[in-house]
């Protein structure tokens, strides 16, 4: 089924291809939700969220963009609203926070999915930016806008976020 075969039988609430749709994209967009919520229960519930965003909207799709990512703005959008009903994410890190809580000598090379654990355990300010801005590929006059911040803010998170990913790299033996 070609996405314009989709949007169009998701236009006519056709069933078929709304579970397409779902049994498509579910997984990358759970993956996507993970990243910036606090835990599994967290991000399924955004994705439901998403998913009746997007099949309520799909008339609205233009084909300016690929349907996935037409769905990733989207499940980012509903995931960054759900932090902001969460108070104080963008907090800093006192130095014994630097601490990373494990240390597994099970790690002999640097992996995507090890770098996105370490990611995830990013306090939610520093992992909400890092995401938008190293992952997703938004600026951060898009992430100021997205989050309610300052420029300012947006950079310094992500310049923390990187100081805190490199000590925890190194500490782990992962740059070697």
């Not at 910036?36 to 963009?65: C, G, H, W």
């Not at 090379?109 to 939610?124: A, D, K, R, S």
Request: hydrophobic share 35%; aromatic share 10%.
């Amino acid at each position: 089924m070609t996405d314009k075969e989709l949007v169009e039988g998701c236009i006519r609430e056709d069933r078929i291809a709304q579970k397409y749709l779902w049994d498509q994209y579910s997984s990358k967009l759970l993956a996507l939700c993970m990243r910036y919520t606090q835990n599994q229960e967290e991000a399924e519930d955004a994705l439901m969220e998403a998913y009746v965003k997007i099949y309520d909207n799909m008339k609205k799709f233009r084909f300016q963009s690929a349907l996935e990512t037409w769905m990733r703005r989207i499940c980012v959008n509903v995931s960054i609203n759900k932090l902001r009903a969460r108070k104080n994410i963008f907090n800093e890190l006192s130095e014994s926070e630097f601490e990373l809580g494990y240390l597994d000598s099970q790690y002999n090379q640097l992996q995507v999915n090890q770098i996105m654990e370490l990611v995830h355990q990013l306090p939610t300010g520093y992992k909400t930016v890092f995401n938008l801005f190293a992952v997703e590929g938004y600026s951060h006059k898009e992430i100021s806008k997205l989050l309610e911040i300052d420029e300012g803010t947006s950079r310094s998170q992500l310049a923390k976020a990187r100081k805190v990913l490199q000590e925890w790299v190194t500490k782990l033996g992962l740059d070697k």
